[in-house]
């Protein structure tokens, strides 16, 4: 089987015509033909594509999904209620927010409205980098399958040559 033709590929290995196969698969076979090994995997060509608001979008879901920004949330948030009570006006703090904390409502809803477009970027990458390793995955699997039916065929070829020398052996051991 000639190495560097895609379209023998196809009808040797798939039993079509290279035209008719998906893409996907014309571009394995492809790679098959040329020699050439599988692309860059998921993480290398997200990264390749990534501009910096995509690397801080990434930075800001990894901070704001840690247990470490939960709890040092929460101190801030306790520090907030305790500063803003009427317990520490002996000390010289004067409440600045006091109960209902609205401005720490309104913190809070800003702050929330910024980081959940943020995180959903964030996300949103992570599903095409997900997509990129499904299709890079799916290319590996249809590489190995296609490497596996030619290597069965050569196997058979080798079988069926060795019958042959088999049979002329005991033909002319009967002789």
Do not use: C
């Amino acid at each position: 089987m000639k190495q560097s033709d895609p379209h023998r590929l196809a009808r040797d290995l798939l039993g079509r015509e290279l035209d008719g196969l998906e893409p996907e698969e014309q571009r394995v076979l492809r790679r098959i033909a040329s020699g050439t090994l599988t692309g860059m995997d998921a993480d290398e060509v997200a990264q390749s594509h990534a501009t910096m608001g995509d690397r801080l979008a990434d930075r800001v879901a990894a901070v704001g999904g840690s247990w470490g920004f939960i709890i040092g949330f929460g101190v801030v948030l306790a520090l907030w209620v305790l500063v803003n009570s009427h317990g520490l006006e002996a000390l010289g703090f004067h409440p600045f927010d006091q109960y209902p904390y609205i401005f720490l409502n309104l913190m809070l809803s800003m702050l929330a409205a910024i980081q959940a477009p943020i995180i959903m970027m964030s996300q949103n990458r992570q599903a095409t980098k997900d997509r990129i390793a499904a299709r890079h995955d799916y290319e590996v699997n249809l590489r190995t399958q296609l490497e596996l039916v030619r290597l069965s065929r050569k196997l058979d070829h080798i079988a069926e040559v060795i019958g042959h020398i088999e049979g002329r052996i005991r033909d002319d051991a009967a002789d």
